[in-house]
């Protein structure tokens, strides 16, 4: 056999330290939900997550009894808070139950419940403390997998507009797939948010203004009939909404009016504080 030379390059793998698991929760806001559920939930891969919250936003079809048949724990709510309302029951679940991460994904099929562990191990290992899906990879790509035309030009014209005011670089900044450090829930004071869609403007929002890293993964792109989505007029109030946030972000950061929305969340009550 013949012998190394006593020169040569020898490289090694060391083996690090693996961050500790955590308790992994996924959370999904339901509204009307029966036809997509099962497919949402078969695709987590076995193991990356330890339980999965389904919060019930008042459904008139028979999302709760699926939710139960596949052994999900379940809130029901009596009444529509709606989705940002719903997104705080789950959020406080979440905190009371002990999550380290914690994955928030519609079940609606829109998002690919596959990319759980992938987002989970950025948050472990220190990368981001949020990871976003980003369905926004080609312009071709988006509109085969069926995004209308405006929402892709809307998706677009914002997410460049809240990259440009806060600093970022994300592909999407409207994501319905959304993971979380345990610690980014107990620093934003999402009570205070709106109960409405802006409600996710405002979280990514507080996030930049509480220092967390943000970051996002490709995600397929999947517009079909049974996918749950908001219509043109609902779009263009979501889209002001949104640019109010960024303004109220401004002025808050150059002392000319403190919101609640970004002060933290023993320093003002926890009231609806936008649309």
Not at 163 to 175: E, K, T, V, W, Y
Not at 180 to 202: C, G, H, K, M, W
Not at 237 to 250: D, E, I, K, N
Request: positive net charge.
């Amino acid at each position: 056999m013949r012998s190394r030379p006593a020169d040569s390059a020898v490289l090694e793998y060391v083996a690090y330290p693996r961050a500790p698991r955590g308790k992994v929760v996924a959370v999904m806001p339901a509204y009307n939900a029966e036809l997509t559920l099962e497919r949402t939930v078969a695709d987590i891969p076995p193991g990356s997550v330890d339980e999965i919250l389904l919060v019930d936003d008042c459904s008139t079809d028979r999302t709760v009894e699926v939710a139960r048949r596949l052994g999900l724990t379940v809130i029901r709510h009596e009444r529509n808070t709606g989705y940002g309302g719903n997104q705080k029951t789950c959020y406080r679940y979440a905190l009371e139950s002990g999550a380290d991460y914690v994955v928030m994904i519609h079940p609606d099929y829109q998002y690919d419940s596959r990319i759980i562990p992938v987002a989970v191990e950025i948050l472990r290992l220190g990368i981001c403390d949020v990871v976003l899906g980003c369905r926004i990879r080609t312009r071709a790509e988006t509109l085969a997998g069926g995004m209308p035309l405006w929402k892709y030009l809307a998706n677009r014209a914002l997410t460049i507009t809240e990259n440009i005011a806060l600093g970022q670089n994300l592909g999407d900044f409207h994501s319905g797939f959304r993971a979380y450090r345990r610690a980014v829930l107990e620093t934003i004071p999402f009570e205070r948010n709106s109960d409405d869609f802006v409600f996710d403007s405002q979280f990514l929002t507080q996030a930049v203004r509480f220092g967390f890293k943000l970051g996002d993964v490709p995600v397929p792109v999947r517009y079909f009939s049974e996918a749950s989505s908001i219509n043109f007029r609902r779009s263009v109030r979501y889209g002001l909404g949104t640019l109010g946030v960024l303004a109220l972000f401004w002025l808050h950061r150059l002392r000319l009016y403190r919101s609640p929305l970004f002060q933290p969340r023993s320093t003002a009550p926890d009231a609806v504080a936008a649309p």
